[in-house]
Structures are given as C-alpha cells and as structure tokens.
C-alpha cells in the first residue's frame, strides 16, 4: 500500500466524518427543540460512555472473568463509590488508577 493511498483513505475517512456530524449538528443549532427533546439528548453522551465502560469492566480483553478475580470490576465499585461522594473527576481518575494497579499487584 503506497502512501499516497493510506493518506486519501485517511482525508477521505476524515470528510466524511466531519460532514456526517457537522451537518446535522449545524442544522439542529438552529431550531428550537422542545425541552423533553433536549433533555433526552442531554442523556445520550452518558449513556454511550456507560456503556464503553460497563462493557470493558465486566468483560476486559473480551472474556468474562469472575467478579472476585476481576481487578477491572473490584477497582470500579470504589471507583464510583468516591465519585458518588466527592464529584471529583480527577480525584476519581486517581484513585481509580491506584487501586487497580493494588488490585491487580494482589491478584497476582
């Protein structure tokens, strides 16, 4: 594959990603929804991001693990628990990072 290709594939690819979210994103910017619509709309990003991270906790690298032995799901439980109390982002970041690597250090 020439490098001529890899780079148009890639422009191509890029184009029409850009134009299939701005367009629809440009036109809704212009109405006015109603506000059940926006507060659905309101839902999807967190939804999508729960469901990327349920799917990689509950299953890492595509196989299931049993919940006892899973380091993914026994540093997430803390992991929200801190959230839910303190609404920090960066101090869940972090607590989450170090106690998955105790986690996994411990399991071996």
């Known amino acids: 594959m020439s490098s001529t290709y890899a780079w148009t594939v890639i422009v191509g690819m890029a184009v029409a ?3 299939l979210r701005f367009i629809p994103i440009a036109w809704l910017s212009r109405l006015k929804l109603p506000p059940l619509v926006e507060r659905w709309l309101s839902f999807i990003p967190v939804s999508v991001m729960a ?3 349920v799917g990689e906790v509950l ?4 196989r299931w693990l049993p919940p006892l032995e899973n380091p993914y799901l026994l540093a997430a439980i803390p992991t929200a628990l801190v959230y839910y109390k303190w609404r920090s982002f960066l101090g869940t970041t972090v607590v989450g990072i170090l106690l998955f690597l105790v986690i996994k250090a411990l399991l071996g």
């Open 17 to 19: 990603n850009y134009s």
């Open 51 to 53: 469901a990327l991270v």
């Open 59 to 62: 299953r890492p690298d595509g």
